[in-house]
């Protein structure tokens, strides 16, 4: 009897290499196989009685949408697989394998994107591919509508990951390109069918979470089965890798799966459509998945020998399923869905945001009016959730560990989920005075909770070290406090730059209206300010891991100087006798809404008034590790003159009476 990981003989090996293609081949032919017969049964690739672009865009967008959705999954799992679980060796051809493989499927990726873009915009301006002058209007139109500018910013960003994966070899190579890759699945959630309906921000976290959970699993497994003749006894350790990450992604598409139901019925009637028995098929499927995943962990992680292609067989039956449902899922994103009930959806507000207008704010309504926004909320639980889960291993292991660090860290994120979900978040929508409070409290009260958490040093103490040689969480914490980059942009004069220019910079560009307009835009400023904000205060407090702190007096002056910025911008808003995102504001024109200057005045008023009280705190701190670090210094230096009876003292007065005399 073999175990799992005895060295493949040449014979094997030569074998297997011919063949490592195999497993995407029945990957895209079971999709295909189950799509097809799908397509024509649910009214996907259905006839339409105004503006049909003919057969060729109809099916072509599901023979495509499988080909891309392989080719994507391919691509994420290779790089991913060889730069983070795949151990560390001598024998480069292991990495050489992955990058070469993963920049093949990606320029297959990156064609199918650009074909369906075309196609996409074949049907949404209703003209055939051979209408005269297709092309022109193209490339004219192109960037004029939200769901082209996401496909052609995938197509831009697979392009990346192409010459990227052509050109590394190394772990880190792989795994820069891996993470690039995963990026470049996120334009592809907005291009769903709830892209412009209630609810979208929901529907398009339900569907990152969704894609990126299954390319991850799928394409993880058709990964190591590639690349299995050239792991040989690493194939044990990077299964059990893959084990873990699988299950996560199991978790991410089941929770991703309930809140896209939330989006997608309002009436019992609605689970009779052919939309509903499709996501019905789809979760008995993800269901066979989660078995074989069980069978996988108990039958060969856990017994740890078996015969040399058992592993192959269960994940080849395995892959079956998967392309079984990528194939569903092609078909489902091509069916009509049933028509929901948007009565009441004609506001301008909801027009332009994609939420109906709130209703007039009282002061009950800073308690009341809540918006769930679920990627703000679930990335805050999970910030909580891993910290708690740091400390509880800390405390098993008998160690200790700061109350007061854990009760700051869970306040920060309390209130970055209040002002996300609740009165600030839905307000700011519309609001400019309210969207300032949200901004505030993100930029200068929340990272002061966070940094004086310490989450890096908790993570340093708890997550561990890999010995198998593959590359974990503490390894790319590490790497990145400990960066060119970290050192950089946590230079307190830097991060004071950033922190400034930042305001002047979002607030007079066109990146206000984007992020008030826009799902994107508001994502990005959500973090982009909380990140701004981290580095800000983590420069001037901060006790984690990470570049060296400049001495106190220093870290104080940078404060006041940029105290001193922000309290000038805070003075421009208050004066000022223009309208910011002018055209936005007019346009939803919420009727409680007297004076939209007056309120953006407010603003002003507001980013003046909350930025003094975090700002004195920060002073505070500073002195405060002013006087620590003065008198950690005295009582260094008591101790060296207790050690050589005051020589330094004994030193100096000789010098002093040698220059009397």
């Known amino acids: 009897m073999a175990t799992l990981t005895q060295q493949p003989t040449s014979a094997e090996t030569s074998n297997s290499s011919g063949m490592r293609w195999l497993p995407v081949a029945v990957l895209g032919a079971s999709a295909l196989t189950l799509a097809v ?3 024509a049964w649910s009214g996907a690739t259905a006839e339409l009685l105004l503006g049909d672009v003919g057969p060729l865009v109809r099916w072509g967008m599901i023979v495509v949408g499988v080909l891309h959705d392989a080719a994507a999954a391919v691509t994420v799992g290779l790089l991913v697989v060889g730069g983070f679980l795949v151990p560390e060796g001598r024998h480069s051809d292991r990495r050489e394998s992955a990058a070469r493989a993963a920049a093949l499927t990606a320029i297959v990726w990156a064609l199918a994107a650009a074909v369906k873009l075309v196609f996409s915009f074949a049907e949404g301006s209703g003209q055939a591919l051979s209408t005269p002058g297709f092309i022109d209007n193209f490339f004219v139109n192109v960037l004029g509508i ?55 921000e929901t529907a398009v976290t339900a569907l990152g979470l969704h894609l990126l959970g299954v390319t991850l699993w799928a394409g993880g497994l058709i990964a190591l089965l590639m690349l299995r003749p050239q792991l040989g006894k690493a194939l044990k350790i990077t299964v059990e890798r893959y084990s873990t990450m699988a299950l996560w992604c199991f978790i991410a598409v089941g929770f991703s799966g309930v809140l896209f139901a939330l989006q997608s019925a309002d009436d019992w009637s609605d689970l009779n459509s052919s939309y509903w028995l499709l996501i019905f098929a789809k979760t008995a499927l993800m269901a066979v998945l989660g078995w074989f995943g069980w069978t996988q962990r108990r039958r060969i992680i856990d017994r740890g020998v078996d015969k040399p292609g058992a592993f192959a067989r269960l994940a080849t039956s395995e892959i079956v399923v998967m392309g079984a449902a ?3 899922a092609v078909t489902l994103s091509r069916t009509p869905p049933p028509l929901l009930d948007e009565s009441g959806l004609s506001d301008p507000a909801f027009a332009l945001t994609g939420f109906r207008s709130p209703p007039p704010l009282e002061a009950s ?51 970055f989920i209040y002002i996300t979900n609740g009165a600030p978040g839905v307000y700011g929508r519309v609001l400019f005075s309210m969207h300032m409070v949200m901004h505030m409290a993100l930029m ?37 406090v400990h960066s060119r980059y970290a050192a950089f942009i946590a230079n307190p004069v830097v991060a004071g730059v950033l922190f400034f220019g930042s305001l002047v ?37 901060g006790t984690d891991p990470g570049p060296a702190k400049w001495p106190a007096p220093l870290r104080l002056i940078v404060l006041l100087a940029t105290l001193a910025a922000h309290a000038f911008f805070g003075l421009a808003l208050m004066q000022g ?7 936005f504001f007019k346009t939803i024109d919420i009727v409680w809404v007297d004076d939209l200057l007056v309120d953006q005045q407010l603003g002003g ?57």
Do not use: C
């Open 37 to 39: 017969p799908l397509a």
């Open 146 to 200: 939200d769901l082209f500018r996401y496909q052609l910013i995938e197509v831009i960003l697979v392009i990346a990951v192409v010459l990227m994966a052509g050109s590394v070899r190394t772990r880190n190579g792989l795994a820069w390109a891996g993470a690039l890759a995963v990026g470049a699945l996120m334009p592809v959630a907005y291009t769903g069918h709830s892209g412009d309906a209630e609810g979208h």
């Open 326 to 328: 990528m194939g569903v």
């Open 365 to 415: 309504s800073w308690l009341s009016v809540w918006e769930l926004n679920w990627l703000f909320l679930l990335t805050a639980l999970f910030a909580m959730g891993l910290y708690l889960a740091g400390v509880i291993k800390m405390r098993r292991r008998g160690d200790r560990w700061s109350a007061s660090a854990t009760i700051l860290w869970m306040i920060g994120w309390l209130i």
């Open 444 to 480: 200068m009260a929340v990272p002061i909770f966070l940094v004086l958490g310490t989450p890096i040093t908790l993570a340093l103490r708890t997550l561990p070290k890999r010995k198998d040689k593959t590359l974990g969480a503490r390894e790319v914490l590490l790497a990145v």
């Open 505 to 541: 910079g979002f607030y007079w560009s066109g990146a206000l209206e984007l992020a008030l307009r826009t799902h994107t835009g508001h994502i990005l400023m959500t973090f982009h300010f909380l990140l701004v904000g981290y580095t800000f205060v983590w420069s001037l407090i």
């Open 577 to 583: 006798t223009w309208l910011l995102a002018p055209e």
């Open 605 to 661: 008023t507001i980013a003046w008034g909350i930025g003094e009280l975090p700002t004195m705190v920060l002073a505070l701190l500073v002195t405060k590790d002013w006087l620590a670090s003065d008198e950690r210094e005295a009582k260094r230096t008591d101790r060296q003159a207790d050690r050589d009876d005051d020589a330094e003292l004994a030193a100096y007065n000789e010098q002093l009476k040698r220059m009397s005399s």
